[in-house]
């Protein structure tokens, strides 16, 4: 699940969430906003059952997937856009 909310100024803060659990182990957001580096970007357990990670990121088109423990790719079914092999978010 993708989340915005609008900061002062052009940028805009994306929190990406996914189930504690699935997919198992790490899981890391790499994208064009961080030229596609496994690691810098890594989701956080959160108390309700779901794991997530803020980025700023200012206007534009981003590309994005989710990067898990084993090279598992995923995309994101809430992105603006699905492309192939990789999820669009428009900020």
Known sequence: MIK????????TRVTF????????GEVSVVGTFNDWEPGRHVLVA???GSRSI???L???EHRFRYLATGGVWLDDETADEIEDQASVIRT
């Open 46 to 48: 959160r108390r309700n």
């Open 58 to 60: 200012p206007p534009g």
């Open 4 to 11: 915005r909310s609008r900061l002062f100024g052009a940028k």
């Open 17 to 24: 969430t996914l189930p504690a659990d699935e997919p198992a």
């Open 54 to 56: 803020s980025i700023t």
